[in-house]
Nanobody, 128 residues
Framework: QVQLVESGGGSVQAGGSLTLSCAASGYTGSSYYMAWFRQVSGKEREGLAT????????IYADSVKGRFTISQDNNKNTLTLQMNTLKPEDTAIYYC?????????????????????WGQGTQVTVSS
């Protein structure tokens, strides 16, 4: 298992930017997918962006493509989500997730059910 701790949430006006970070620790296994999700009360958790620690290119949901950028540091200990041109509909709790010890295809990599490690979440609020 891997421990995940998010930071960087907050409030911003529409059109602004925020950067979320996720510190990962405790896992010494092979490469795995890490991802960012968000959830609004009463709705399903939405996959936003994912990256494979082994080096495959990122995958983005259409709702954030061109506005959000996912990246990892060279030590693969920190996952970052740079969010630009934020909209009020981006308001949600944002979660970092990792899929350790699991096999999935790239088509599955934005599915919440594919992930077995979750951070505690961080609130992002975008005002109009």
């Amino acid at each position: 298992q891997v421990q995940l701790v998010e930071s960087g949430g907050g409030s911003v006006q529409a059109g602004g930017s925020l950067t979320l970070s996720c510190a990962a620790s405790g896992y010494t296994g092979s490469s795995y997918y890490m991802a960012w999700f968000r959830q609004v009360s009463g709705k399903e958790r939405e996959g936003l962006a994912t990256i494979y620690t082994g080096g495959a290119g990122p995958i983005y949901a259409d709702s954030v493509k061109g506005r959000f950028t996912i990246s990892q540091d060279n030590n693969k200990n920190t996952l970052t989500l740079q969010m630009n041109t934020l909209k009020p509909e981006d308001t949600a709790i944002y979660y970092c997730a990792a899929a350790t010890g699991l096999t999935m295809t790239r088509d599955q990599a934005l599915g919440a059910r594919m992930y077995n490690n979750w951070g505690q979440g961080t609130q992002v609020t975008v005002s109009s």
